[in-house]
């Protein structure tokens, strides 16, 4: 067949085309096929040149053959998308078009069939839709209310339990309408929190109250995170509301009950500092009355009498003024001193206390205070009398052989104080509760040396009370080591 330029222009231009495209003529033979189409086609290098196209397919299905008819009567055919079962089974995807083409003289010269394979994009698009579904289905599987909003926070998709649970519908809830189910004082907070999530690109976190569509609120904890598209900006947000008011009310009845304990505990200890304190002004007057018996009445036998009850006045005092101090630590009644002393001076002033009684039992008990402790510090020297009193008592009343050392050095920015004795020692499993009020290691013990059980409690809530801490090592039968700390402070 003799073909003109302009038709040779156009096979040309076919053979070269990045899309498949083929070029016929009355009879169906090819003119000319892209390189694409022969792709498409399994064609590969073949001539193709005057073969017509249903002998190379002999299946081709009348359905084609009546497009290529309508085509070579000069009409235009197309299609957006059609979908044809391969050989193999699978699904092909195509966007054709097939019209005619025309000689120079106007007659219809044949067909050019265009065609794109738009299977690809068609998978994309199902898959897009399936992983839609599959969020839909399990956003509905789930037990908490599901919302998602666009890049801007603007809610455009519930789960159904938001419209179960808050009534709305979705043109009520939909962009912010969603706030106006929130607790008129959380509105504000929850603004704030979904703010700056959006500005900042975080994960959202706030927890409000959601009005049901019963009236009632419920709390709930809200979530969100942002959802980052291929270039890694933020495309949409996902989050779900857990409703957390079971878990609000526990924390709500536990906070009172703590309240109520701490209450109780301070009604406790301030009607024991109340008591002690009643208790002591009879008990002074009482042990005039018998300091005062003792020097006018000589009967030997009453003096026998009124020692024993002045001793055990004498015990009573020291046990109601534990209970005091105890109970003023308890109540936080209890003032600290910050006043410049001589530390030395104070410590030596315990020693001298108990060195009768330490004598009395053959005890070495002496004091090493470190060279590089001030002569001067700040603080409470009538509360570190007592504790060095509570503790150098216990160790001359629990040693019946050997030596008590008192030493103080510095430690960092504290003073550090240790009492050690070669004693009785205390189980290891005593430890734990040693410092607790009422904690005795051995209640036969106690029969044996006395003592109220609240020295070590004192001891330690006074360390606290003054920023420091204080701790034990010892075993049973291999003395102790009671060891407390203090923050030095140096007068101006
Ligand atoms: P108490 O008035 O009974 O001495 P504390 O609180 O001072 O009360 O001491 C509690 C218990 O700890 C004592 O009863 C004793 O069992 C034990 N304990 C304290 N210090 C020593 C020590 N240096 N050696 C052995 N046991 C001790």
Known sequence: MKTSDNEERLLLFIEQAPVAIAMFDRDMRYLSASRRWRNDYGLGERDLYGRSHYEIFPEISDA???????GLAGEVVAAEEESFVRADGSIQWLRWQVQPWFETCGAIGGIII?????????????????????FRVLSEAMPQLVWASDVHGRADYFNSRWFEYTGQS???????????????????????????????????????????????????????????????KIERWIGTCTDISAQKDLEEVLQAAREAAEDASRAKSEFLVTMSHEIRTPMTIFMGAIQHLLEIDQNP??????????????????????????????????NIDAVAFDLRACVNEVVRIFSLAAQEKNLVLDTEVASEVPERVIGDPKRLGQILVNLVGNAVKFTHAGEIHVGVRTAGEALEFRVTDTGIGIPLEKHPRLFERFSQVDSSLTRRYGGSGLGLAISKG???????????????????CFRFTLPLRLPV
Do not use: C
């Not at 084609?64 to 309508?70: E, I, L, N, P, T």
């Not at 065609?115 to 992983?131: G, H, L, M, T, V």
């Not at 939909?174 to 979904?194: I, M």
């Not at 026998?304 to 009573?316: E, N, S």
């Open 170 to 232: 979705f043109e009520d809830a939909k962009n912010l309408g969603w706030l106006s189910a929130l607790h008129p004082e959380d509105v504000v907070r929850t603004q704030e929190a979904w703010t700056e999530a959006v500005s900042k690109g975080g994960v959202y976190e706030v927890q409000y109250r959601l009005k049901g569509k019963d009236g009632a609120y419920r709390w709930f904890l809200s979530r969100g995170v942002p959802r980052r598209g291929d270039s890694a």
């Open 64 to 70: 084609w053959k009546a497009v290529h008819r309508r």
């Open 114 to 134: 265009f065609s794109e394979d738009i299977s690809k994009r068609k998978q994309a698009e199902q898959a897009k839709r399936e992983s839609e579904e599959e």
């Open 462 to 480: 006074l360390v606290e009370l003054m920023g420091g801490n204080i701790s034990v090592q010892s075993e049973a039968g291999k003395g102790s």
């Open 301 to 334: 036998e009453h003096r026998q009498l009124l020692d024993m009850a002045d001793a055990a006045a004498q015990r009573l005092l020291t046990l109601i003024d534990d209970i005091l101090d105890f109970s003023r630590i308890e109540a936080r009644k209890i």
